[in-house]
């Protein structure tokens, strides 16, 4: 995942734009896909970026009345948008503590009957450590919205066939116009537009004092890494998120404290650290992954250290090195030579 991490943590923090901008995806109904620098001679249905979030936006308040109407709104905790930028997906997960409590105490009951029948240590889990895997496990979850608008339904299958490059499964009757940016994890960058739109909303929730709504990322495009280290940041603020998951404090302090050290080495050390831990992966010592967060943090690290940390990078890349590792740093050059 490593040179995704970079792509796409560029583009959650603002550091990149949107791939595609001004062009557009064609999908037929004789099952087509055709990239087109302009639709002004085609007919059809154009989707934008903005119709999405629109159609997102009122996805997000229907799940909110249903969820109000179940007559279940107290102690509501947290509220969350699923986002699965590759297959085309957006799942909305509402929970509260009556239903988390409940959760932990039917995971108690059955560790405690398989660690009688198996003597595993496995099962022997405090009820402290299950509240806090449970928490915000969202497939655990009491309140899950799947039932999409058919319209955002209809966009969203069609940008499946785009990204999976499988025209065959194109079902439509009619020519559909998409932009191409949505194609670049865009579902992203809409869904944490949403939830700051919908933040007169969810006053209309009985809220705790830690609770929190963001994007989540699904597994395949950065799951809970991309969640904790980027996605939560740019939905809640920093005083939040720590009241809510105060492990996340203690997992940013900690890589401070790395990211400390590593700045008393010479520059030709840091680097050398750096490309290390990118090319030793996400289990090396010293990887982002161990504080929660993507190898996007080694490329910021990178990044910071400026223009005389090129010529030792450039040393790196006469090495023989993982292809990923390769790519992350021919981005950091890059990236360097635009700002010098």
């Known amino acids: 995942m490593s040179a995704y991490d970079v792509h796409i943590g560029k583009l959650i923090s603002g550091r990149r734009e949107l791939d595609g901008s001004g062009s557009y995806i064609l999908c037929t109904p004789d099952k087509k896909i055709i990239e087109m620098d302009s639709i002004s001679s085609t007919d059809g249905i154009v989707v934008s970026s903005k119709d999405v979030e629109e159609a997102l936006y009122e996805f997000c308040k229907s799940a909110l009345r249903n969820y109000i109407a179940e007559g279940n709104n107290k102690d509501v905790y947290t509220f969350s948008i699923y986002t699965d930028t590759y297959h085309g997906d957006y799942l909305i997960y509402i929970n509260n503590l009556e239903c988390l409590n409940q959760s932990v105490e039917d995971a108690l009951e059955h560790n405690r009957q398989r660690y009688l029948e198996r003597k595993n240590d496995h099962y022997n889990l405090a009820r402290e450590q299950l509240y806090q895997e449970f928490k915000y496990a969202e497939g655990d979850y009491t309140f899950m919205y799947e039932e999409i ?137 010293g990887s982002p992954y161990s504080f929660w967060k993507t190898d996007y943090e080694a490329y910021e690290q990178m990044i910071g250290l400026g223009e005389p940390a090129v010529s030792y990078i450039r040393e790196h890349l006469n090495g023989e090195l993982k292809q990923d590792t390769r790519m992350i740093l021919e981005i950091v050059l890059e990236d360097l030579d635009k700002r010098f």
Request: glycine fraction near 6%; proline fraction near 3%; hydrophobic fraction near 40%.
């Open 149 to 285: 608008p058919e319209r955002l339904q209809k966009w969203l299958s069609i940008l499946y066939c785009i990204n999976m490059d499988e025209p065959r499964y194109l079902a439509i009757e009619e020519n559909y116009m998409l932009e191409k940016t949505l194609g670049d994890s865009q579902l992203f960058l809409i869904a944490i537009d949403v939830i700051h739109r919908l933040e007169h909303d969810l006053q209309q929730l009985n809220r705790t004092d830690d609770f929190i709504a963001y994007v989540s990322a699904a597994d395949g495009v950065g799951g809970d890494f991309l969640t904790t280290s980027q996605l939560l940041r740019k939905c809640v603020s920093e005083e939040q998120l720590y009241k809510a998951m105060p492990n996340v404090n203690e997992k940013d302090k900690a890589f401070q404290v790395a990211v400390n050290a590593v700045q008393q080495k010479p520059l030709k050390g840091q680097v050398l650290h750096w490309v290390t831990v990118i090319e030793q992966g996400e289990f090396g010592e």
